[in-house]
């Protein structure tokens, strides 16, 4: 056959395989150039960085680039949280908030002592449910209540912090205490408004309404041209202060994180007693249910399914450190995140991730003394993709890129979007993300990209992470 002709042939056959498959995918020489090309920016010249992507059908290595670096993971750390917690408490568990009383009602409806709200670690309880747990009490026959309320947060023993968390975020929302008794994930939302003129104090309303949280007095209002403060909570003190005059008629907002979260659960419950015809003669404090109480009335939280996508979509910090300490307290054992992380290390090592290059330190990863690698994290995303009972409740719980959670408003407009589900990490200098991308499988590939110590700004590393993503998507694109 001569030298035309086969030419002839080779062409020939390219054009009929591009009609009957369209365009062929990028092949893996391709890809790594695209990949090397993107994680080499100069954006990212001072930064220590980590990926990792693998096929989880085969286990087939696609792209590495130093998958072994020990790295902050941030809230990917939610991800060993997760698979724990399903793997151990099961995607049934609840969680219960119970109301008891040393004794029954008697004839007149009165419970004679103290009303006890027992707590059992539950992140979701709200003011709403507490008012629901007052409105079944009401509906038992109750009419008073001679003693105090009672607040039981006892079944977590741990300081209200998680180990290494930066004292300088402790009154923000995102670092909430942690409690066995817990109501609207511990946070406030607070308003303080200027008076009607200049010098005149300013006023705080507190949503729900209490008197947990008080509004330091020296805050006044300012002239006309005042600027816009911020609104903050002095650390270790339920007292909020703004950083300046607050203008006349003016308004500034904060949701903010508390002092003694159970102390509030209980007198929002006191509130709500009050407020459905009840009688309460104490006051509220701190106590340990005795064992021979009796139940009256309880909550229970969504399944643990459920609590997953309430975690990882928006990145709950509370929620997480909570299912940490729920670990323990399902064997039996002390409810403390010390407890909680020899629990991560135990499932790691079932799974065959070894623990040796890693530092477990919380929960939810807003400590900076954790460290993953990629390794570790592709090899839980591969476990969980193969399992027939982790998969399902866990991928449904990972943000989709383009539609809901922390990837709402990334990777709009590329091959990615609606094809990557993954769980994002951010703390200063520090973006991680990990999870899945689809293909003709919707977990095909498992992919970890953790960048520390950039001095870029971290909107630009996210654009980075977002090219490889779309480059992957489109390299596994059916």
């Known amino acids: 056959m001569g030298t035309r002709l086969r030419r002839w042939l080779v062409l020939w056959c390219l054009v009929w395989v591009t009609a009957r498959v ?11 150039q695209r990949l090397d090309a993107i994680l080499g920016d100069g954006q990212l010249a001072s930064a220590s960085a980590g990926v990792l992507v693998v096929r989880t059908a085969s286990g087939e290595v696609v792209y590495e680039r130093e998958p072994d670096r020990a790295l902050m993971p941030a809230s990917n750390m939610k991800i060993v949280t997760s698979l724990a917690a399903l793997q151990y408490l099961g995607p049934a568990f609840r969680f219960t908030t119970t109301l008891c009383a040393e004794a029954a009602p008697n004839a007149q409806g009165w419970i004679v002592g103290d009303l ?7 992140p ?18 109750v009419t008073r209540i001679t003693g105090e309320v009672v607040a039981d947060g006892s079944c977590f023993a741990d300081p209200p912090l998680g180990r290494g968390w ?7 929302a995102y670092s909430a205490q942690i409690c066995g008794l817990s109501v609207d994930g511990n946070v406030v939302h607070a308003e303080a408004t200027g008076g009607p003129e200049a010098g005149a104090p300013c006023a705080l309303q507190l949503s729900p309404p209490s008197s947990h949280l008080t509004l330091d007095p020296g805050c006044r209002t300012g002239g006309p041209d005042a600027g816009r403060p911020a609104l903050l909570r002095r650390r270790a003190q339920n007292v909020l202060y703004t950083t300046g005059p607050v203008p006349a008629g003016g308004r500034v ?11 509030y659960a209980a007198e929002l419950l006191q509130q709500c007693l009050v407020e459905r015809g009840l009688r309460v003669d104490g006051a509220c404090r701190r106590g340990v249910t005795p064992p021979s109480a009796v139940p009256m009335a309880w909550h229970r939280s969504p399944p ?4 997953l996508a309430m975690m990882n979509v928006p990145s709950d910090n509370n929620m997480a450190e909570s299912l940490l300490r729920a670990l323990p307290l399902a064997r039996g054992e002390p409810g403390t995140g010390d407890e909680g992380t020899r629990i991560l290390e135990e499932y790691l090592e079932e799974v065959g991730v070894p623990t040796s290059p890693l530092r477990l330190s919380d929960g939810s990863g807003l400590s900076r003394l954790n460290l993953l690698t990629p390794r570790a994290l592709v090899g839980l995303l591969v476990h969980a993709a193969r399992s027939a009972d982790l998969r399902e409740p866990f991928v449904a719980s990972l943000p989709v890129a383009g539609v809901d959670g922390t990837l709402r408003s990334r990777m709009l407009g590329t091959a990615a979007a609606g094809r990557m589900r993954a769980k994002t990490g951010s703390l200063l200098g520090v973006c991680t993300l990990s999870g899945y991308v689809a293909g003709r499988d919707e977990c095909e590939l498992a992919v970890s990209l953790m960048m520390n110590n950039y001095t870029c700004a971290a909107a630009q590393v996210r654009e980075l992470q977002d090219r490889a993503c779309a480059a992957l998507a489109e390299y596994t694109a059916p």
């Open 22 to 32: 369209g365009t062929p995918q990028p092949d893996r020489v391709r890809l790594a």
């Open 116 to 122: 006890y709200v027992r707590g059992s670690g539950d």
């Open 124 to 141: 979701t309880v709200t003011h709403e449910d507490l008012d629901t747990l007052a409105a079944r009490l009401a509906a038992l026959g």
């Open 166 to 172: 930066p004292a300088s975020d402790e009154t923000y």
């Open 253 to 263: 907002s904060a949701t903010v994180s508390m002092e003694a979260p159970d102390l």
């Open 304 to 307: 643990l399914r459920d609590l």
